[in-house]
């Protein structure tokens, strides 16, 4: 199986700030690499596909970059309801893989 | 509006199986794959399996060692997700959702709201 390594593990962020989380896989998905958002006791929402394609309706203050095995989330100026779990997820091979999760906490 | 509808909340004993429904509305079932995935309480998310509603194939994480079974039934546009003997590593709250076709990395792109598995004797 394709390994997905979310970094860090969590985060302290105030409003305003600019987030960066990280994404490596242990081998090369090309752009097969979408993100989502997850607040808890709800079911992920889809935030960027193919690694940097914003899904309808999400803010534009999100954003995806990358290819071949290091990928990056930025959360530009966050914001309250930005507060959350973010998780990759690679689709390059038959069967899928998410990272670990990056839980962004505030400050 | 696309919408895929779980059960209730269940309690099983080790051993035992599950068979958690999926029903999806507001497009055509059989264009969209859909997958499985768990999430035990306070951990990340795990890919179980994906079901072709078209025609029926599945593919299945190898870590569900033939435990796993998912079927789908045309007519109500439903698709089963069924785990047989349980453990108590299988409570989790499990979800299905809808692998978007249209782009390079095929999204999720609508979830169910999750059904809780509890395995506990």
């Given at each position: ?8 593990s969590?985060l302290?962020?105030?409003v ?8 490596r896989?242990s ?11 997850q607040?808890?006791g709800?079911?992920?929402n ?6 940097s ?17 290091d ?9 309250p309801?930005?507060f ?10 038959t ?8 839980k962004?906490?505030?400050k | 509006q696309v ?6 909340a ?24 859909i ?18 509603p ?7 994480a190898?870590d ?23 453990r108590?590593?299988?409570t989790?709250v499990?979800?299905?959702a ?14 169910g ?9």
């Open positions: 199986d394709i390994q997905m390594t979310q970094s860090p969590s302290s962020a105030s305003g700030d600019r987030v960066t989380i990280t994404c896989a081998q090369s998905i090309s752009s097969y690499l979408n993100w989502y958002q607040k808890p709800k079911a992920p889809l935030l960027i596909y193919d690694a394609r914003l899904q309808s309706g999400v803010p534009s203050r999100f954003s995806g970059s990358g290819s071949g095995t990928f990056t989330l930025t959360i530009n100026s966050l914001q309801e930005d959350a779990t973010y998780y990759c997820q690679q689709s390059y091979s069967t899928w893989t998410f990272g670990q999760g990056t962004v906490e505030i | 919408q895929l509808v779980q059960s209730g269940e309690v099983k004993k080790p051993g035992a199986s599950v068979k958690v429904p999926c029903k999806a509305s507001g497009y055509t079932f059989g264009s969209y794959y997958h499985w995935l768990r999430q035990a309480p306070g951990q990340g998310l795990e890919w179980m399996g994906i079901v072709n078209g025609d029926g194939t599945t593919i299945y190898q569900f060692n033939n435990r796993l079974t998912i079927t789908r039934d045309r007519s109500t546009s439903t698709v089963y997700m069924e785990l047989s003997s349980l108590s590593e299988d989790a499990y979800f299905c809808r692998e978007a076709s249209t782009t390079v990395a095929r999204p999720l792109d609508y979830w709201q999750g059904t809780l598995v509890t395995v506990s004797s």
